[in-house]
């Protein structure tokens, strides 16, 4: 079983916010595989199915994005997962806006959910995809990160929620190094 993990922020003011672009992307991937995240378990709303012929969860952690580490704790007990198992998806303001990383492992790189996870999963050794809101010059990014995707920058966001629910689906298929190579480019 693979837990594949969207960070945002809960609540319909911050639905449409670039630090809720994990949330979104995730909503894309249920919509295409016919799941419900509505289900609550712990601290986030899942939905478990069968994507690329592997059990999955899908998680969409309800405590703000800073305490996301918890709710995945939680779910990686719960069905006994490893760090191995795990991808997490969220915003990036230091790639441009709609470019998505894929990594095996890594450093939180200043994002607080994912020093969250960290911290609470007690390691760095997790798959994570990253995807691109940019970082305007002279903006402070408290306030970009939690403002709304603008209408003009609308259509790049939705065809890289597309292309990241295409790079889950070919890392559940055929493995994060042959994601990594076709979209990492």
């Not at 993990?5 to 809960?10: A, D, E, Q, R």
């Not at 704790?73 to 760090?83: D, F």
């Not at 002279?138 to 295409?166: C, F, H, Q, S």
Request: glycine residues 10%; aromatic residues 6%.
């Amino acid at each position: 079983m693979r837990l594949t993990v969207g960070l945002g922020n809960p609540g319909r003011q911050y639905a449409r916010n670039r630090h809720n672009v994990g949330f979104m992307c995730l909503d894309v991937l249920a919509s295409r595989h016919h799941l419900d995240l509505r289900k609550r378990r712990f601290a986030a709303l899942v939905a478990e199915g069968i994507i690329a012929d592997q059990k999955v969860v899908l998680a969409k952690p309800q405590t703000f994005m800073n305490l996301s580490g918890e709710a995945v704790r939680s779910l990686m007990g719960w069905y006994k997962l490893t760090p191995a198992d795990l991808l997490v998806i969220y915003d990036d303001l230091d790639l441009p806006l709609g470019k998505i990383r894929i990594r095996e492992r890594g450093s939180s790189g200043g994002h607080r959910g994912v020093q969250s996870i960290i911290d609470w999963v007690k390691t760095q050794d997790f798959a994570r995809m990253r995807i691109g809101i940019g970082r305007p010059a002279g903006v402070e990014a408290k306030g970009y990160v939690l403002a709304d995707i603008t209408a003009d920058e609308m259509p790049i966001v939705r065809e890289a929620l597309a292309r990241g629910a295409d790079a889950v689906e070919m890392i559940l298929s055929q493995g994060i190094v042959a994601a990594m190579n076709k979209y990492n480019a």
